[in-house]
């Protein structure tokens, strides 16, 4: 009862703050508030890499790679589709372990306009599925906007692919917490790779495109 209460709670206040920020004519998506007099600069941020796997698929694949994969097609489709409109930077390239305090120091260095994490999820359960998108917990200059964010990438996957939501939450993750002073941030999990659809969804390279597609998209001006 105690974490329905919780999930509850969190519901409505994200809820209420949408509804205030729309009321008030908080203009989205959320890069149209920055300036624009230059490119907008996005740090992608492909979760764990190199000793560090994170979920392991139930066919195999690894967390490391699918996220390394979805970053890379984005930066592909801001040149090809987008036309270079975005300045799009990647903690990491290759598949190395860096420090989550480094993620977030890239992110202050390149003074970035939003900043998103790329992860997937894993449960006991195997039935669990779909995608979640986390704002951070901990109050901070652009707490509105990570909410604003959070919520536009969660139904730009869910309505132009089709992803199941599991909704917009909050947590202390620290790529989280130690960037929402700096710009806009969400944390996104993109399926369970415990979940049999889910983790072979991401076998096909057509789909990791339209995810990468969509991602971008959701930011798009």
Not at 5 to 28: A, D, H, P
Not at 91 to 118: E, G, H, P, V
Not at 151 to 176: C, H, P, T, W
């Amino acid at each position: 009862m105690f974490k329905e209460e919780v999930i509850m709670t969190q519901f409505k206040v994200l809820i209420s703050i949408i509804l205030v920020l729309e009321l008030s004519g908080f203009s989205r998506p959320v890069l149209a508030q920055t300036n624009q007099t230059r490119k907008q600069i996005i740090v992608i941020d492909p979760g764990h890499g190199g000793k560090d796997s994170g979920a392991v698929g139930v066919n195999g694949i690894l967390e490391k790679d699918v996220v390394l994969n979805i970053a890379e097609q984005i930066v592909v489709i801001n040149e090809t589709i987008f036309k270079n409109q975005f300045e799009i930077y990647l903690t990491r390239y290759k598949d190395t372990l860096i420090s989550l305090s480094d993620r977030a120091k890239l992110a202050k260095t390149l003074k970035a306009d939003i900043f998103i994490s790329l992860h997937c999820n894993y449960s006991d359960n195997p039935n669990a599925r779909g995608l979640e998108v986390y704002a951070s917990m901990k109050q901070g200059k652009y707490s509105k906007e990570s909410i604003l964010l959070a919520y536009d990438l969660q139904m730009g996957l869910k309505e132009n692919i089709g992803f199941e939501s599991r909704g917009v939450k909050f947590a202390n993750f620290q790529v989280l917490r130690t960037t929402v002073d700096l710009c806009p941030t969400a944390l996104l999990e993109m399926g369970f790779l415990s979940n049999c659809l889910d983790s072979y969804y991401f076998l096909k390279p057509h789909r990791t495109f339209l995810v990468a597609l969509a991602i971008l998209n959701a930011v798009n001006i």
